[in-house]
Structures are given as C-alpha cells and as structure tokens.
C-alpha cells in the first residue's frame, strides 16, 4: 500500500520525476519523461506495481526526519534506529544523456542492517522484465526499456524482485545508481553516485542564487520554485501541472486525473511566478513554449498540450491498476484535452502582455498568433463552453469564462495602445464594452449582491475572485466586495476556499472535492487589495501550515482527515503560494488594473 500523499518528497532532473516515501520506498518513476509509462507505479497500488525501497531492515526504526540539501533538490533522508543511524541521500541529476537516479546510504552511528528490494515494473506495472546479472549489478529488459542498477552491494533475485541485505558501519558510504536507456541500445556507462550528488548540488545552488525574492517567507518562496524548476521540461520550457496522474481529490472517488501535462490556463500565473522570483530565463522559455503550442488554426486550440506541444492526449483507463487508497479509475492522457473553455484566449493574450510589460525579448510570432485568436474570439465569446474546471457536464455561460473572454479584448487593447501594433482598435473597444455590461447584467445576483457561476445561476464560484485580480472591476467595488464575502461565506470550510458546490448536474461527476488551495490564494490575493492585510496575511500562514515537512503542496486538502489531496506536488499551488507572498510582501510585479 501507497504512503499518504504528503509522506512523498519530490526529486527529478527537468526532465521526469520521481516521489521518494518516508520509508525510503521509490513509488512513482515515469522514463524517460513526465507522461512516459512509468517503471515504478506503487504509488497506484502496491510493491507489485513497481517501486525501489531502500531502508533499514528488521522494523526498529525510532524516528525519520528528512530534508532538501539547502536550494537543492537532493533529499535526504535521516534515520534513527536500536543499532545505529544512516543517512540515505536521493537524487537525479540533470540530464545530460541517460536519466539516472542515484542513492547513497551514509553510516552515521552504530551498525545498521540495510534491506534493499527492486520491484521493476514496466508500462504502469503491467509488465514484468527480463533480468540478468552484470559485472556491477543487473539489467532488466523489456520491449524499448532498460533499466540497468550498479552498486557494490550483493544482489540476488526473490519471487520475481531484486534484494539485498547488507549492513552499513558509521562512516561507511554505499552507492546505488538506477539508469535508463532504449532496449535496443547499448549499455551506457553508469556514473559515480557521490560525483553525481555533488555535481547535482552545484547545479541547484548556482540556479537558486539567482532568485530576488527576499521577503518574509524567502524560504518557502524559494522552495516553491526549486519545485516548479523540477515540474519544468528542459527541451521545450513546458512546465507540466504535477508529476503524477490520478491522485484523487477525493479518497475512494472517481475524481482522478491524469496532470503530467502543460495548462494553458496556468501559463499567466506561472510567468508571474518566475518573473517574481528573478527566473527570467525560465519565464521566457514558458512563454516561448506557449506561443508555440497554441499558434495554429484558433478554434482548434487546446486548453493543455503535452510537454513539446503534442495535441492528441487521449484518455485511457488502466484496469489493472486499483488506484491510490481504492480511489478508481486510474488514468493516463486527459480528456479534457478536447473541451472548449473561452477562458484560455484570455489567459493567452494576459500571458503575452505581461510578459511584454515585464520586459522579455519580442516575439515575432506572438502577434500574428494572437491577432489570429481575437478575430476567432470575437463570434466564440458568445458561445456556451465548458469552464475553468473542466467540468463534464452540459457547457454554459460561465461567468469567468466570460470575464476573461474580456481580459483578452483588453489586453489587446493596451498592446496597440502601447506598442503602436496594428489592430482594429474601435472594434475592439466595442467589443470589451459590450462583454463587460452583459457580464455585469447576466453574471451578477443583485438580491444576493454577488456575481455567480453561470448566467441564470444562484451559485457561487471560486473563479470569480478573479475578477478584481485580472482588473474587470477594481477590488472597493460593491459589486466585488458583494462577491469576495459570498465567497468568504458559503464557499470557506475550516477557513479554506473550495472552487464551488459540487453538483452531478453541472458537474457530469458525483460530488465531493478537498478544498482548492489555489482559490485560498487567490482569496488572500483579493483581501490584500482590499486593504485587509492582516487577514490576508493570516490565511496565507494558515496555507504554508499545510505543506509537507519538505515544503510541498498537493491541489487540493481534506480540512477533516487532514490531508493532502490531488495530484502532487501541484505547479499552481506552488505557483499562486510565490505569488502571493510577492504580493504580501510589495515584490510582486502584477499590475493591478482597473476598470477603464
């Protein structure tokens, strides 16, 4: 059985992943990329699925601690036990050929007895390997995987699986390095594991010097993005939602997703984020990325794309696996990939004038792509669609949809204001006038001074606390205050924001969801415009009390069991956390815009 969401730490080398559990048990491993099948799926249900544990033997641990080498991600991992304590450090380097991951147990007192098991499972842990001895360990071998483990320690096979038992003197040190490459390839050489650590720890410090964010929560700051470096996809820029698929939002649901992709949607916050943090570079190669994915025919755009721009992410059931805690169907692709959600054209043109404001070199191309997506909008914004949350249901009038539909007309505007582009400046003036007063007349509740889900709706969203953050309506307007209390009131459980009433008929699923720990951002966000710092400030500490002892954060949180929720760790979690810190702190670079 799979530990507890927030028992898992992340490492991974810009390239794929792996969740390493307090009980030093490898549970998630997909290779060579995020949205590869993975080696290791334990995490999706039991050893048999795949996973690497290393810990020590006989059950007489007394206590864990573990930690990220300081602006690394190397995790180690401290244990305590009757014979003695051991280290155990976990990391992957940056690639430069072959993924590897290496492991080294350091003998810090005593004599400790060591149980290593293997349990390679190719293609999500359906299929089993053919494994032979090497001069330095084993190769295990199946279709166009290999996976190759060096190490000193005596190796023997037990029912299919790999062990080894082994004791480990203080000052003594013992490697482990797992590489991948294609089956039909040559072996390639395996490096030095205490090399590999070291080079590692270089790469990560020199990368997180970088970081100019210095306020009050630098620490969590500056974690937060060490882990949206380790969610990015180095060849291309994307920067995938989380490392894991179908973690569920809610334990023993259907609720479970497959987020080994890169959203459209979260690309404007994720720029904010990096620019906020100093990371330009990685900023301008999300944006890069982004114009890239979305440039074609504009209603053939997607909402999420695969790590180089793929479209096609087809959604699949694997039945052999029984999900994490019983929580069924397990998935791979999304979906939602095909939905129409009107929100992503503002999303886009936000994205590209931010990124124009806050000074990133031009794009040639960035233009003409978005000229091309405001022509199609100006007939589509009228059009039902499917909304922020991918909800399966009939598509509607979602009033954030249709709020961003006007983001997207003003940033256009300010571009040609600005920047002296071409563009039918009176047409689209008309335009985001005409979508701000039917949102104003068609998306607010007068008799509960509130704006709502969709028109003709009574419900609230947690979307619409948006609408101050993207400028429609300045933050002191009745109508937002209306809003920001409803939200406050009827969408807040145990001082946390859940996105809405979960409700089949709007949904197409059956209720049931953790609260969002985005949209508890995005409240402290809007409270802070307000003037309300103090309370702002206060929920912002009530969210970092959530994050694992190794500063991560899953989507979503159960306020009752206590517990993580979703796929993790989770990009906008992390993401929305830099920005509002930023913001709390004065360092955030968001113009706040209101209504013209």
């Keep these: 059985m799979s530990q507890t969401i927030e028992d898992y730490a992340l490492i991974g080398d810009c390239?794929?992943?792996?969740?390493?559990?307090?009980?030093?048990?490898?549970?998630?491993?997909?290779?060579?990329?995020?949205?590869?099948?993975?080696?290791?799926?334990?995490?999706?249900?039991?050893?048999?699925?795949?996973?690497?544990?290393?810990?020590?033997?006989?059950?007489?641990?007394?206590?864990?601690?573990?930690?990220?080498?300081?602006?690394?991600?190397?995790?180690?991992?401290?244990?305590?036990?009757?014979?003695?304590?051991?280290?155990?450090?976990?990391?992957m380097p940056p690639r430069a050929d072959a993924p590897s991951l290496a492991r080294l147990v350091i003998g810090r007192r005593g004599r400790v007895p060591m149980r290593m098991q293997l349990v390679v499972r190719f293609d999500y842990g359906s299929i089993i390997p053919w494994v032979r001895r090497t001069n330095t360990g084993i190769s295990a071998v199946a279709g166009p995987d290999s996976l190759l483990i060096d190490t000193e320690v005596k190796l023997r096979g037990e029912n299919l699986t790999t062990v080894a038992d082994f004791t480990v003197a203080a000052g003594q040190?013992?490697?482990?390095?797992?590489?991948?490459?294609?089956?039909?390839?040559?072996?390639?050489?395996?490096?030095?594991?205490?090399?590999?650590?070291?080079?590692?720890?270089?790469?990560?410090?020199d990368w997180s010097e970088r970081c100019t964010y210095h306020g009050p929560w630098r620490d969590a700051v500056l974690r937060s993005l060490i882990t949206l470096k380790g969610l990015s996809y180095a060849p291309t820029g994307g920067i995938v939602a989380a490392p894991t698929t179908s973690l569920p939002e809610k334990i023993g649901g259907i609720r479970n997703w497959d987020y080994r992709f890169?959203?459209?949607?979260?690309?404007?916050?994720?720029?904010?984020?990096?620019?906020?943090?100093?990371?330009?570079?990685?900023?301008?190669?999300?944006?890069?990325?982004?114009?890239?994915?979305?440039?074609?025919?504009p209603s053939q755009m997607n909402i999420m794309y695969g790590l180089a721009g793929e479209r096609r992410l087809t959604e699949l059931e694997l039945d052999w696996l029984p999900g994490y805690e019983n929580s069924r169907p397990v998935r791979i692709g999304n979906g939602a990939y095909q939905q129409f959600q009107l929100d992503v054209y503002g999303e886009v043109m936000d994205t590209l004038e931010f990124a124009r404001r806050a000074g990133l070199p031009a794009d040639d191309n960035a233009w003409h792509v978005q000229e091309a997506m405001l022509a199609h909008l100006e007939s589509a914004w009228r059009e039902p669609d499917d909304g922020i949350w991918e909800v399966r249901g009939p598509p509607r009038h979602f009033t954030h949809s249709k709020v961003m539909a006007w983001t997207a007309m003003d940033r256009a505007i300010?571009?040609?204001?600005?920047?002296?582009?071409?563009?039918?400046?009176?047409?689209?003036?008309?335009?985001?006038?005409?979508?701000?007063?039917?949102?104003?007349?068609k998306g607010f509740d007068p008799d509960r001074n509130t704006f709502v889900q969709f028109y003709g709706s009574k419900e609230l969203?947690?979307?619409?606390?948006?609408?101050?953050?993207v400028g429609f309506l300045p933050a002191d307007d009745p109508r937002v205050k209306g809003t920001i209390e409803a939200v406050q009131r009827e969408l807040m459980r145990d001082g946390f924001v859940t996105r809405?009433?979960?409700?089949?008929?709007?949904?197409?699923?059956?209720?049931?969801?953790?609260?969002?720990?985005?949209?508890?951002?995005?409240?402290?966000?809007?409270?802070?415009?307000?003037?309300?710092?103090?309370?702002?400030?206060?929920?912002?500490?009530?969210l970092l009390s959530l994050r694992n002892d190794v500063g991560l954060l899953s989507e979503e949180y159960d306020p009752v069991a206590r517990r993580l929720l979703g796929n993790f760790p989770q990009a906008l979690s992390h993401v929305s956390l830099i920005n509002t810190a930023c913001n709390l702190s004065g360092q955030g670079t968001r113009e706040r815009r209101e209504k013209r």
């Excluded at 404007?268 to 301008?284: P, S």
């Design 414 to 441: 300010a571009a040609v204001d600005r920047l002296h582009v071409a563009g039918p400046l009176d047409r689209w003036r008309q335009l985001r006038d005409e979508i701000h007063v039917e949102v104003c007349r």
């Design 173 to 205: 040190r013992v490697p482990m390095v797992l590489t991948w490459h294609l089956g039909h390839e040559s072996s390639p050489k395996a490096g030095q594991a205490e090399n590999m650590i070291e080079e590692t720890e270089r790469w990560w410090q």
């Design 262 to 297: 890169c959203w459209v949607r979260d690309a404007t916050f994720t720029l904010y984020a990096l620019i906020n943090g100093g990371y330009v570079d990685e900023a301008k190669a999300w944006r890069e990325w982004l114009v890239r994915a979305v440039a074609g025919t």
């Design 500 to 542: 809405y009433v979960t409700k089949e008929d709007v949904e197409g699923l059956p209720p049931g969801e953790g609260v969002f720990l985005a949209c508890t951002f995005w409240l402290a966000d809007c409270l802070a415009m307000l003037g309300r710092r103090d309370e702002a400030q206060r929920i912002f500490e009530q």
């Design 461 to 469: 969203d947690a979307s619409l606390l948006m609408i101050p953050l």
């Design 15 to 91: 390239h794929t992943a792996a969740l390493v559990g307090r009980n030093g048990s490898i549970d998630w491993l997909c290779l060579p990329r995020f949205d590869s099948a993975a080696c290791f799926a334990a995490l999706l249900g039991t050893s048999n699925h795949g996973r690497w544990l290393l810990c020590p033997a006989n059950d007489n641990v007394r206590s864990i601690a573990r930690r990220y080498r300081e602006g690394t991600l190397i995790l180690e991992t401290d244990y305590e036990t009757a014979d003695g304590a051991v280290t155990i450090v976990d990391c």
